[in-house]
């Protein structure tokens, strides 16, 4: 016999490695060959943000890392470097809400903007260190800005589209936090 | 029920904490391995490229169509405008159509008296575009052709109109192509009637920059800019596109390739040509090797003295 909370949780894992795949694809679309002025925001981070707060018990490290590594590898960036970084803000976050019962908007949209941001500055300066051809910081900043407008609307998708939200603590032991 | 639980974190954080440790550690491993030997790494991203994307292919093309259908339509509304506008193009494609004819003929007989002997044609492979970089920093495409139908790292791909990229990493089925306009892209040219070398240099916009130009006074805006082939990476004389100035004034060039519609892209086969090092090699045979060899052509030659 099968848990109902186990088969649910497994449901969402499901779904959120669809999205994340669906995010990958879209960017992949061979749609425009021109170069864009403006870098889009980064949905794939807004996505893996916006979750590993809300159901931290759904994204777990190891497909978080598996997720990020392919994301690396697909979109040509160098292998590991913004993945490593990447879950390790992840984790950070996920370490913030751990305990803590609710957290406003705000504050939460304050710590994803310290974490992209430094996410981004560490990003640019170890590919500066390693002598990396890479994009300057001014756009690299420009993109975490844009992700950072969109986190919101992410959030919002996850809450209102999949019913992403976070757990009480008595959902939270009987749905199944560690 | 609440100790219960807390003593089920006790274990289960350590836990988690070495899994994250161990995977960054990982990453940042690869990153360095990566930094330290590209080509076996890149050899792995191209293999685990080849194995991802061709797997979206039943959807990657009809969605990327369907997105050209609607512009398509789109542009249906201003017809009668872009038909005026053709008629008009059309008549002076016809002047130049004529001229174009009796060049040609003039072309072949000055050939013909000359015997000059031209670069024999290259062949090409088309494949269709079926991803891009999904970057906004990098400007690449990745074609369904790949090992299996020959392709070779480093050849040039165009897209009928003029150059587009080179290939950069081929894969089983797949293989990518760095287009000019990408920020690690630098090509050798040539800018036309005054014959100038430069390197053509990807800065992630849509017109690269020339770099290393020697007399930019004999370069004007609207010259030809072809491949030069230095350093035996392309064949030579393909069309790359025109010179144009940019508002600070640096020379550009306006890519001949369509890249807002890059469906297909031929890929040319360019075979290694014979390499002439220094003048010697042109004009005498190589010279005979040293000492053991010499001594086992000395029979022969002997032989060929009796003989004679």
């Known amino acids: ?178 | 029920m609440a100790r219960d639980r807390n003593t089920q974190v006790d274990y289960a954080r350590p836990v988690r904490h070495i899994l994250i440790g161990v995977m960054v550690v990982l990453m940042l491993g690869t990153f360095l391995l990566w930094r330290i030997d590209s080509p076996r790494v890149e050899r792995f991203r191209a293999t685990l490229v080849d194995r991802v994307v061709p797997s979206f292919d039943w959807a990657l093309l009809p969605v990327t169509r369907l997105v050209g259908l609607v512009e398509g339509f789109q542009s249906y509304a201003r017809l009668s405008e872009q038909n005026q506008e053709l008629r008009r193009e059309l008549r002076q494609m016809k002047a130049w159509k004529e001229a174009a004819l009796q060049l040609e003929q003039e072309n072949a007989k000055l050939l013909d008296l000359n015997k000059v002997r031209l670069d024999p044609k290259l062949t090409y492979v088309t494949g269709v575009v079926l991803a891009d970089s999904g970057s906004p920093f990098r400007q690449s495409v990745l074609l369904n052709v790949g090992a299996r139908d020959g392709i070779i790292d480093g050849w040039a791909t165009t897209d009928g109109l003029g150059l587009a990229g080179r290939i950069s990493g081929v894969g089983k089925n797949t293989s990518r192509v760095i287009l000019l306009t990408d920020s690690n892209s630098r090509i050798p040219v040539t800018i036309q009637p005054s014959g100038q070398q430069a390197m053509l240099a990807g800065d992630n916009t849509a017109a690269p920059l020339i770099e290393f130009l020697e007399n930019p006074d004999q370069v004007r805006p609207g010259d030809r800019v072809v491949s030069s082939g230095d350093g035996g990476l392309f064949p030579a004389g393909l069309l790359v596109g025109q010179v144009a100035l940019d508002p600070e004034r640096r020379l550009r060039v306006r890519l001949a390739a369509d890249y807002e519609r890059l469906e297909f892209l031929r890929v040319l086969r360019s075979h290694a040509h014979e390499v002439i090092r220094d003048a010697g090699g042109l004009i005498a045979p190589p010279p005979p090797p040293p000492a053991p060899v010499a001594e086992a052509a000395e029979p022969a030659a002997s032989e060929g003295g009796a003989d004679g």
């Open chain 1, 1 to 178: 016999m099968v848990d109902p909370a186990t088969t649910q949780r497994w449901g969402y894992r499901l779904l959120f490695v669809a999205l994340a795949a669906v995010l990958l694809f879209l960017r992949l679309l061979p749609l425009d060959m021109m170069p864009a002025t403006l870098p889009g925001p980064d949905l794939l981070l807004c996505l893996v943000f916006a979750w590993v707060q809300r159901r931290p018990d759904i994204v777990t490290p190891l497909l978080l890392g598996a997720l990020l590594f392919l994301s690396d590898m697909l979109l040509g960036r160098a292998p590991g470097l913004w993945a490593a970084l990447a879950l390790i803000a992840a984790e950070f976050l996920r370490s913030r809400h751990q305990g803590s019962a609710e957290m406003p908007f705000a504050v939460e949209l304050a710590f994803v903007a310290g974490a992209v941001i430094a996410l981004t500055v560490a990003y640019w300066a170890a590919q500066g260190i390693f002598a990396v051809p890479a994009p300057g910081l001014s756009d690299l900043l420009m993109q975490a800005v844009f992700t950072l407008t969109a986190y919101p609307a992410v959030v919002g998708v996850s809450q209102l589209g999949f019913n992403i939200r976070r757990l009480s603590p008595t959902e939270a032991d009987s749905g199944g936090a560690r």
